[in-house]
């Protein structure tokens, strides 16, 4: 093949060769619909009408081993995210499915540590600087046998905001993973880049706790990913996004519409778009964890979410289903260890467990109390092997020595300091 122009966002690039445009292919820059100059019909076509280069696209197919990508994220900070997505990702690799874990928290990269990885090696500061190229050259193994671990870029500023074509590389890549299940921790907050890879999710799983002010968070969230999945959708079509866009950005508080208010504006200047909407939101399943639950009124707040939004958003939830709230979560992460692995018995454990089997392995009946009891047994095994990480007792020990003596209202010379207890995660060394 000749070598081509290509347009990508718009932007002209080349001549390039056919390497030089699977190398684009690869990092997700260029796909099958970008166009490309054709030189015979003297035009710009999809880059997919060109037959020496729909084989590349094929080729890349080819590549992608079936597995389900799930996004974790809901809106709220602090009502578990993280801590569901390691002990979910460790309970479908005891189940002998490749699993990896992406901490996708831009923000607030946290998931190593959650997982005792104090200072992994790679993390996604080296994909998005193009030291590694390909994400799974930044795959951390874990201490569990078939999980890995991306790990995201800690304590670095300006990662908080890729650009788009750096998010659409991540995207595309994560689909190349070599794996079952690919699971994202997403940041809180509903912001473009969260809502972003929520969608580019094959499925995604809203975590909240039953408090209201989570709960209307989270409902926001699903409403807000609804709207940015039609504004982008609806991108060519001005007249059908500008009723969109009024919807979107009403008075703040003011979102009180239903998804009927819009498919019927909608219906009444471009047909096909309703009926876009409508088939969209019926074929659209999130599913829902509750978390920190303290009781089976609680629970029932995951069937008040599912009716709230088949009767405003027109969607079907699926309530996967619950974790209690339990002392010993909050203990786990003190150890820096999965709670399913800190404490294998423990209630939220044995939800988890449950969770598994009849939400994620889709058991049902005596299957599932068989496979819920398999799980149970996988996170014991597996707890045995996990190392610990010494969070409790510091290693430094009271002294003269120390810069605060004099001034600490802690002090207690000879003993442990209890307040550079968690030093290993300030990584001060010597
Ligand atoms: N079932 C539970 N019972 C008790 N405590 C819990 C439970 N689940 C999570 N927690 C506690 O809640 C805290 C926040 O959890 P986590 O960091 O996973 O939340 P997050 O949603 O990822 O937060 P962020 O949005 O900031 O990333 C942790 O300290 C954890 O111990
Ligand atoms: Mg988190």
């Not at 498919?263 to 047909?271: A, F, N």
């Not at 829902?288 to 009716?307: A, C, P, Q, T, Y």
């Not at 289903?321 to 939220?348: C, I, Q, T, Y």
């Not at 889709?362 to 095994?381: C, P």
Request: proline share 3%; charged share 25%; glycine share 6%.
């Amino acid at each position: 093949m000749s070598e081509v122009f290509v347009k990508i966002n718009n932007k002209q690039l080349g001549p390039l060769n056919r390497r030089e445009i699977k190398n684009l292919v690869v990092n997700g820059e260029f796909s099958q619909d970008d166009l490309v100059y054709h030189e015979d019909m003297q035009e710009w076509v999809a880059a997919n009408q060109i037959d020496e280069l729909r084989t590349i696209f094929s080729d890349d197919q080819k590549q992608q081993r079936r597995k389900t990508v799930y996004a974790i994220g809901g809106g709220k900070g602090g009502v578990g995210k993280t801590v569901l997505c390691a002990s979910l990702g460790i309970g479908l690799a005891t189940y002998d499915h490749q699993v990896v874990v992406v901490d996708a928290d831009l923000g607030g990269a946290n998931l190593h540590t959650c997982m005792g990885i104090l200072e992994p090696e790679y993390t996604f500061y080296h994909f998005y600087t193009l030291q590694r190229e390909r994400l799974e050259d930044i795959c951390l193994e874990t201490p569990v046998d078939n999980l890995k671990l991306i790990s995201g870029a800690c304590g670095t500023l300006g990662f908080a905001n890729p650009r788009y074509s750096q998010k659409v590389r991540f995207i595309h890549q994560l689909r190349q993973l070599d794996a079952d299940y690919v699971l994202l921790d997403l940041g809180a907050g509903s912001s473009y880049n969260v809502i972003d890879f929520f969608l580019a999710a094959d499925e995604g799983i809203l975590v909240t706790t039953p408090d209201p002010m989570a709960i209307q968070e989270t409902f926001n969230f699903l409403k807000i990913a609804i709207m940015r999945r039609f504004v982008r959708e609806f991108r060519k079509k001005p007249a059908v996004l500008s009723v969109i866009d009024q919807y979107m950005y009403s008075e703040p508080g003011k979102m009180q519409f239903t998804m009927d208010d819009i498919i019927k504006d909608v219906k009444e200047i471009d047909d096909e778009a309703s009926s876009y909407i409508e088939h969209y939101l019926a074929n659209y399943h999130p599913h829902l964890i509750l978390n920190m639950v303290h009781s089976s009124k609680e629970i029932r707040e995951g069937d008040s979410f599912r009716m709230a939004a088949h009767d405003i958003l027109n969607v079907d939830v699926d309530y996967m289903g619950f974790v209690e709230f339990d002392e010993s979560v909050r203990k786990s992460v003190k150890e820096l260890k999965p709670f399913v692995l800190s404490n294998p018995r423990s209630k939220a454990s044995k939800n988890l467990a449950k969770l598994i089997a009849i939400g994620m392995l889709k058991k049902s009946g005596w299957t599932s109390i068989k496979e819920k009891r398999q799980v149970l047994q996988n996170f014991r095994a597996e707890s045995a092997d996990y190392p610990d990480t010494n969070m409790q007792e510091s290693d430094t020990i009271c002294s003269v020595n120390c810069f605060y003596w004099g001034d600490c209202e802690y002090q207690e010379g000879g003993y442990p300091c209890p307040i550079r207890n968690l030093d290993p995660i300030f990584k001060r060394h010597g």
